[in-house]
């Protein structure tokens, strides 16, 4: 299965982006992985308006068919156990490609809730969007670990 994580502007802390880059070399090893840095459109920031305008552009780079996971607070929250199966009952169920949509600073717009796939809550607490980025990728290269069989989870 294909994984493309679709993030709103680059990474804010260089601590973020090098654990981000950590575990994207290593889950290579498993499976294909991407990361899209999309560029929001200059003007005006309005609260509602913009997290409208930020779905807009994190639809419009998802790619026909793909699986749509939202994270967001109000999604399902898995063990990282029950997540290592959700990526296998993907791929069981042919899942090509899947997109991870992860909001700006203000989350994501009801529309992408409600066209997603799945919403994915890693807590009821609120995190950072930046360091949402890196725990995405340490669960994935967990999931990954967990379907080889390897310590790593452990």
Request: glycine share 10%.
């Amino acid at each position: 299965m294909n994984h493309k994580l679709l993030f709103l502007g680059k990474t804010g802390e260089m601590f973020l982006e090098q654990g981000i880059e950590k575990y994207r070399l290593r889950l290579r090893h498993y499976t294909s992985i991407s990361i899209e840095i999309l560029k929001e459109k200059k003007g005006r920031k309005s609260g509602g308006n913009q997290k409208k305008n930020q779905g807009k552009i994190l639809l419009q780079a998802v790619p026909a068919g793909a699986c749509k996971i939202a994270l967001d607070s109000r999604g399902t929250q898995f063990t990282s156990t029950g997540f290592a199966k959700k990526i296998m009952d993907l791929e069981m169920r042919g899942v090509k490609d899947a997109v991870y949509l992860i909001g700006g600073p203000d989350g994501l717009s009801d529309e992408i809730i409600d066209a997603a796939d799945l919403v994915l809550s890693f807590s009821k607490m609120t995190f950072p969007h930046d360091m949402i980025r890196l725990f995405l990728m340490e669960q994935l290269y967990r999931a990954y670990t967990i379907k080889a069989g390897e310590k790593y989870h452990r």
